[in-house]
């Protein structure tokens, strides 16, 4: 069982933030720059472009106009799976590229194996590599220390 307690009403939100020191680390370490966002809000987008909840990246291309823009996206815990899902959607008939933070425990579920596993093992662009340490990220912009969770970054476009 992945939670044995009780877990807080804080614990199991979706307004939990990436951190910009974060962020900027896995930027210059893959030399990866994002454009656009593609799960934030004003206040808490890392990049230039961003789609709101209003917006739904879920339901739209992730293109802006004609040009293939870099996506980053943390996505909001109780939707990893459909972006998961998307992300690889948006790679395969865009050639869009989006780093995207997922924790490790992703790693055994199905949309996993079927838009980032199998797809990768088929050689196409796809990295894997678990992110260091336990990282911090803020609850509605305020700093609660590190997660509990360790996390990997996945790249849609990039090889090793």
């Given amino acids: 069982m992945l939670h044995q307690h009780k877990r807080s009403k804080q614990s199991q939100s979706d307004e939990w933030w990436s951190d910009q020191k ?4 896995l930027c210059k370490e893959y ?6 966002d593609v799960a934030a809000t004003e206040a ?9 909840k209003e917006e739904n990246a879920l339901t739209r291309n992730w ?3 004609k040009k293939k823009r870099k996506c980053w ?12 899902e998307k992300a690889y ?12 933070i997922v924790p490790l425990n992703v790693q055994s579920s199905c ?3 079927a838009n980032v596993q199998i797809p990768m093992e088929r050689g196409e662009k796809i990295l894997v590599r678990p992110i260091h340490k336990r990282r911090k990220f803020l609850y509605k912009g305020t700093d609660r220390g590190t997660s509990i969770n360790g996390y990997c970054v996945i ?4 090889k090793s």
Avoid: H, V
Avoid at 31 to 36: A, M
């Fill in 73 to 84: 996206l943390n996505p909001p815990n109780k939707l990893i799976r459909f972006f998961i």
């Fill in 63 to 65: 293109k802006i106009g």
């Fill in 22 to 25: 974060l962020y900027d680390e």
């Fill in 111 to 113: 949309s996993w194996w």
């Fill in 44 to 52: 808490n987008r890392l990049c230039r472009f961003y789609f709101s």
């Fill in 155 to 158: 790249i849609f476009g990039r």
């Fill in 89 to 100: 959607e948006q790679f395969a008939a865009f050639g869009i590229q989006t780093m995207m």
């Fill in 31 to 36: 030399n990866f720059y994002p454009e656009i």
